[in-house]
Nanobody, 124 residues
Framework: QVHLVESGGGLVQAGGSLRLSCAAS????????MGWFRQAPGKEREFVAG????????YYADSVKGRFTISRDNALNTVYLEMNSLKPEDTAVYYC?????????????????WGLGTQVTVSS
């Protein structure tokens, strides 16, 4: 089992940057692929970025490709989301998540462990 805590959200102007962190507890963190998702008011939760257990493979939603970078440090039990060139439409609560039974998925319903989220607000 994995317990996840996100941090690093905040208010930023359009064009700015933020770095989100997700700290995980549990000795088996390094065996899980990890994902970042987001949910804006009135919208469904959507996939943002994912990373394989080793960090050797990353994948992104088209809307963030080229602007966001996901990475992980298994020694620190932490996954990161570097967000650059932020846009107002990136405003949402951002969640990190881990799937128990699948790997490298983009589907929220295949993830079993979720953090409480961190708010990102991008002003125009």
């Amino acid at each position: 089992q994995v317990h996840l805590v996100e941090s690093g959200g905040g208010l930023v102007q359009a064009g700015g940057s933020l770095r989100l962190s997700c700290a995980a507890s549990g000795r088996t963190f390094s065996t899980y692929s990890m994902g970042w998702f987001r949910q804006a008011p009135g919208k469904e939760r959507e996939f943002v970025a994912g990373i394989s257990w080793s960090g050797g493979s990353t994948y992104y939603a088209d809307s963030v490709k080229g602007r966001f970078t996901i990475s992980r440090d298994n020694a620190l039990n932490t996954v990161y989301l570097e967000m650059n060139s932020l846009k107002p439409e990136d405003t949402a609560v951002y969640y990190c998540a881990a799937p128990e039974y699948v790997s490298d998925s983009t589907a929220p319903n295949e993830y079993d462990y979720w953090g409480l989220g961190t708010q990102v607000t991008v002003s125009s």
